[in-house]
């Protein structure tokens, strides 16, 4: 089960397992997670688990929150990512007490330069029997710019598109097929035409994709 440890100046104060789809941070005593310290908002940071994962947002906190040096608002978490609130930090560790860790694979694929960069990730399976790599033939292909042309199969259980802090959106397969999420960034997925905003979008052979001012088509014959 994925955990936050949650610490200050180096020491761990306390470890919390992320059993509900949103745990609040903040100062106040009705957070999930009370951190009672100068910088901290009453309402600093939600943790959201997600069907791609977790994510951490800051809920525009007077101090703001940082990953590595960075200030960060919006962010999938990966596997031990520290994210600084003020003068205390969290570790999000997504493997805890798990037989498999997450793995983030280069694609080695170069994109347009407004869409950023590609990767897939192998999610720790839980309970779930369903294989993480896997044979398919599902591919996204990209139409525009100067990568037109570019396939990258979607073998793995998630595949990540864009470029952190600015866009990211997720491809999530599982045994009932493949889905489209927006993570992070102001411009959300388009889908057909359609903005699909914060929800998640099961995705059928042949669907247009618009993100970051580049088209993708999905393609899956199986």
């Known amino acids: 089960m994925p ?41 600093h940071a939600v943790i959201i688990a997600h069907p791609v994962g977790c994510y951490f947002e800051d809920l525009g906190s007077t101090n703001g929150s940082q990953l590595n040096g960075q200030p960060v608002s919006k962010h999938l978490l990966q ?14 560790c997504a493997t805890v007490d798990m037989p498999d860790s997450v793995a983030v694979v280069s694609v080695n694929e170069s994109l347009p330069e407004d869409l950023g960069n590609i990767q897939q990730i192998t999610e720790p399976r839980y309970q779930d029997p369903f294989e993480t790599t896997m044979t398919t033939n599902a591919v996204i292909k ?27 959106a997720v491809f999530a397969s599982s045994p009932q097929g493949y889905s489209l999420t927006h993570v992070e960034g102001d411009d959300y997925p388009v889908v057909n035409g ?29």
């Open 194 to 222: 359609a903005s699909i905003g914060t929800l998640t979008r099961p995705l059928n052979n042949g669907d247009q994709i618009h993100l970051a001012g580049t088209d993708i088509v999905f393609l899956n014959d199986a």
């Open 142 to 168: 990209i139409l525009n710019g100067a990568g037109a042309g570019k396939e990258v199969t979607l073998n793995k259980a998630l595949t990540t598109i864009g470029r952190p802090g600015r866009h990211v």
């Open 79 to 92: 596997d031990s990512d520290v994210i600084a609130l003020a003068t205390h930090t969290i570790r999000y």
């Open 3 to 43: 955990t936050i440890i949650l610490a200050k100046d180096g020491i761990t104060l306390q470890e919390f397992s992320l059993l509900k789809e949103r745990t609040s941070i903040g100062r106040r005593a009705f957070n999930d997670i009370v951190i009672d310290a100068a910088g901290i908002s009453a309402e």
